[in-house]
């Protein structure tokens, strides 16, 4: 881990063997679900997905460095293992993706993954990136005036880290001090732009500078060092000293979304040189090098996740698309001839 500016708390314990395995559970049944729902866009089902397939490790160890019980969470489209780690169902994410009758996020009126989440205190996943991070200040801001001890999480990637509201929102949360936590995947591409076409610096996690707070480099796909790096976040965070940026690096195994050909700009040695970033590998061979997985565990929680899939698929696929009778629910029209 590289801290820009602080250095890293040797504090921060590691997760147990035990709990890095269940990480690696989610990581797995992320990746299938992800896979799943690409197979389902292929056959015309899903109209369009974009993947964390990649992303995994970063998301998972983010999520476990923090607490869901009173902690919140902005998330972007990209983030099925973060969801997956917050409790959401497979059977939920999928009824977006299908876009059917019961769908929790959007009643099958928005983009899959976009809308909110309830259950879960989800809200505010959209494609129009970089909002979500305004909105994560405010949300700290009010956890602060009420004196809570919350903190904020927010995900996005590099290319929304370019937007004005990025840079609104760490102005804003350096100034007051907020307890928010900055979550860059950097995946180097925002769909077709390089990194190098999409800023003049190296790391992103150097902008933290501008707005006095510490920004923290770290690889993505090494879920200890993400939650070592969260961790300390947090724990700033919880001591009302103020935001960090933490910019994971991570590899965008497929295209940005479904919709997508990445042959078209990525060279071949960039795609080649891919699987060796993919994060269900590493973890899994840092886990059997750490004599915490065997050969026979690791497909059993193989096995397992494809087998959810399959259920979960199954009952949804099964499931009713929302009736023409409630086209005007959740909208403030009104249908011709009614009030
Ligand atoms: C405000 C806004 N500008 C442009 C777009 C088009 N757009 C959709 S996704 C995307 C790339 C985002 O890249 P990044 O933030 O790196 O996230 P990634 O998809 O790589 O995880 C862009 C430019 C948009 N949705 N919203």
């Keep these: ?65 923090t607490d869901p019980s009173k902690d919140h969470y902005l998330t972007y489209y990209r983030q099925f293992t973060a969801m997956i780690a917050l409790n959401t169902e497979p059977e939920e994410m999928l009824r977006g993706f299908l876009a059917k009758a019961d769908d929790p996020m959007s009643a099958a ?33 009010a956890d602060k005036l009420r004196g809570l001890d919350a903190v904020t999480v927010v995900f996005f990637g590099d290319g929304a ?92 195994l497929l295209p940005h979304t479904t919709d997508d050909d990445h042959t078209r700009y990525r060279s071949t040695e960039d795609i080649a040189q891919m699987p060796e970033r993919d994060p269900i590998r590493i973890v899994s061979a840092m886990l059997r090098r750490r004599n915490l997985l065997s050969e026979s565990q690791d497909e059993a929680i193989h096995n397992s996740a494809k087998e959810r899939v399959n259920v979960a698929t199954d009952i949804v696929d099964a499931e009713p698309y929302p009736g023409v009778e409630t086209m005007f629910d959740h909208t403030d029209v009104a249908p011709r001839g009614r009030n």
């Design 161 to 252: 880290s370019s937007q004005g509201d990025t840079h609104e929102a760490m102005n804003f949360a350096g100034i007051h001090k907020l307890p928010v936590v900055f979550f860059c995947e950097n995946n180097r591409y925002a769909i077709s732009v390089p990194l190098d076409k999409q800023m003049g610096i190296e790391s992103i996690a150097t902008r933290a500078a501008s707005y006095g707070f510490p920004g923290v480099q770290v690889d993505g796909t090494d879920i200890v060092a993400v939650y070592e790096a969260t961790s300390a976040a947090v724990k700033r965070a919880r001591a009302g000293q103020g935001p960090t940026l933490i910019e994971a690096s991570v590899e965008r």
């Design 1 to 65: 881990m590289k801290a820009t500016t602080d250095e890293p708390d040797q504090t921060i314990q590691q997760p147990s063997g035990e709990r890095m395995v269940e990480l690696y559970r989610i990581m797995v049944l992320s990746r299938y679900l992800d896979e799943r729902v690409w197979l389902l866009n292929r056959q015309g089902k899903a109209a369009i997905a974009a993947s964390a397939q990649g992303h995994e490790a970063a998301q998972v160890a983010c999520v476990e460095a």
């Design 109 to 141: 009126r928005q983009f899959p993954l976009h809308g909110a989440h309830p259950r879960v205190d989800l809200f505010n996943f959209s494609n129009v990136i970089a909002t979500q991070l305004p909105q994560a200040a405010g949300v700290a801001l």
